[in-house]
């Protein structure tokens, strides 16, 4: 009986998406009707193939298995003890530099010792940029994913202090330094990262190399913020290709990696919106780039990378700070006090990155292309 509820409940679940997927094509279709009546036919031939299965012992079997897959799935968690909503916001933080002493673009250690204690506390979870624009959200059940951001490639993001006998040690009040320490310390707090850096990335650039492979290898991300820190308000196409496609060039001579995201200097577009394309993708002198995320410089959480207004070419940052005078009722911990309260509606994760978990009511934003292939869970609260 269990098996059948729970088989039945993904079922529901597909036919929500489809339903809701057909109601967004209509309203951009000449002819909603055509649109929606093909849709139909889709949910029969959906229908007609679980029918057919039941005839072939081949897919019995596979049917069996993938009983057996959901059954796990769908007990893996308790869904009124864990409340997952997967529709939820994501705070993508922004740092810059992390130093002395506190100030707009600079955050203590010990203050950033400090964000990342609340925030493990408070169950927010790192994962990596690409992993959020893509939906591969692989969060802990309960947990709330965030992405740590940090711009500008400060030598205080990755300082390297040279010890005896030319050989170096990390400083322990760097970036990359208290990230690896604290994460040592709490190992279901990931080490994910995204250093946002220009020309000549944390300063000591006899080191460039090691220090740009070895955030590589810990399984941290660099991302573009152009050559020069460049204003795209007034820039023109050439500008542009060429302060994006700099920076890939620059990280390839030393490490083989994909610099894949973007975070624009200033949060600047450029005036003329035709322009917009060459952020995302471009070529200046035989050096292609290709910007799965861009993000600007904001004030409040984003959307879950399934909501049908989520635009991975335009993420909301927030300031990782708790100075008033810089954050104005708008930075992280003000806006954690309002996921608390419920003002705002935070992602929490169901723990399984192929099923998408919302409470009824929240499926309608829920993007079928979104999601891809995964299922689309959707349960009641219960009072
Ligand atoms: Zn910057």
Same mark, same amino acid.
């Given at each position: 009986m269990n098996k059948l509820k729970s088989k039945m409940i993904i079922i529901i679940a597909i036919m929500t998406i489809i339903t809701t997927g057909c109601n967004i094509s209509a309203i951009n279709t000449a002819n909603p009707k055509d649109n929606i009546e093909e849709n139909e036919d889709e949910n029969q031939e959906k229908e007609n193939d679980l029918e057919d299965s039941d005839k072939s012992e081949d897919k019995e079997d596979e049917k069996k298995d993938n009983e057996k897959e959901e059954e796990k799935q769908v007990k893996e968690i308790d869904l009124q003890k864990v409340k997952p909503n997967e529709a939820g916001q994501v705070m993508v933080l922004m740092y810059h530099s992390i130093g002395e002493p506190e100030g707009q673009f600079r955050r203590t250690p010990d203050n950033f010792r400090k964000d990342l204690k609340i925030l493990y506390e408070k169950g927010y979870r790192p994962i990596s940029l690409e992993d959020y624009v893509t939906g591969n959200i692989t969060t802990e059940a309960g947990y709330t994913p965030i992405v740590l951001t940090f711009d500008d490639g400060w030598q205080d993001n990755f300082n390297l202090i040279e010890t005896k006998n030319n050989k170096t040690k990390i400083d322990p009040d760097c970036a990359v330094a208290i990230l690896e320490e604290f994460n040592k310390k709490h190992p279901d707090f990931p080490l994910e990262a995204t250093f946002f850096v220009n020309?000549?990335? $944390? &300063?000591q650039q006899k080191y460039i190399k090691e220090k740009l492979k070895y955030i590589v290898d810990k399984g941290m991300d660099i991302g573009n913020h152009t050559i020069n820190h460049a204003? $795209?308000?007034?820039?023109n196409i050439t500008k542009i290709q060429k302060e994006l496609s700099g920076i890939v060039k620059m990280v390839n001579n030393n490490i083989d990696y994909n610099v894949n995201t973007l975070s624009l200097p200033f949060g600047e577009r450029p005036d003329n919106k035709d322009l917009y394309k060459y952020l995302e993708s471009g070529e200046y002198e035989g050096t292609e780039y290709k910007n799965i995320a861009i993000l600007n410089v904001g004030w409040d959480p984003d959307k879950s990378p399934y909501h049908n207004k989520f635009n991975r070419h335009s993420i909301h940052r927030i300031r990782a700070s708790d100075l008033e005078k810089y954050v104005? &009722?708008? &930075?992280m911990y003000d806006w954690m006090k309002h996921f608390e309260t419920g003002a705002r509606t935070k992602y929490i994760s169901d723990g399984n990155s192929d099923i998408v978990t919302v409470p009824k009511g929240f499926e309608d934003v829920i993007d079928d292309d979104k999601i891809k292939n995964k299922n689309l869970r959707v349960y009641t609260i219960k009072k």
């Open positions: 020309m000549y990335p $944390f &300063g204003n $795209f308000s007034k820039a104005q &009722g708008v &930075g």
